[in-house]
């Protein structure tokens, strides 16, 4: 069985930092595109930033130029720096991979929970 399991979040003031960590773990063979998203109370989730099992990165034009994801293929984890955070990145934040054991299958993290207080 394969599991994703998010770290990192918690309570920042604005213009602050954190770093989200996802590791997965299991019966893997690989692991193709990872990436974040994220969903605030009453929106819907969407897509924060992604990463291809290459390196290239696309990210949501709202978190350009503060946010970076990166990936260490050797520990099957996927992370997410975000700085200069504002109120309004204020979500839940779920890893997201794209992994295969037989067949690939998407996967979902159950989730960090970021606030960012002004």
């Known amino acids: 069985q394969v599991q994703l399991v998010e770290s990192g979040g918690g309570l920042v003031q604005a213009g602050g930092s954190l770093r989200l960590s996802c590791a997965a773990s299991?019966?893997?063979?690989?692991?193709?595109?990872m990436g974040w998203y994220r969903q605030a109370p009453g929106k819907q989730r969407e897509l924060v930033a992604a990463?291809?099992?290459?390196?290239?990165?696309n990210y949501a034009d709202s978190v350009k130029g503060r946010f970076t994801i990166s990936r260490d293929n050797a520990k099957n984890t996927v992370y997410l720096q975000m700085n200069s955070l504002k109120p309004e990145d204020t979500a839940v934040y779920y890893c997201?991979?794209?992994?295969?054991?037989?067949?690939?299958?998407?996967?979902w993290g159950k989730g960090t929970l970021v606030t960012v207080s002004l």
């Open positions: 990463i291809a099992s290459g390196g290239s990165t």
């Open positions: 299991g019966s893997i063979s690989s692991i193709n595109a």
């Open positions: 997201n991979a794209e992994i295969r054991s037989v067949l690939p299958i998407n996967y």
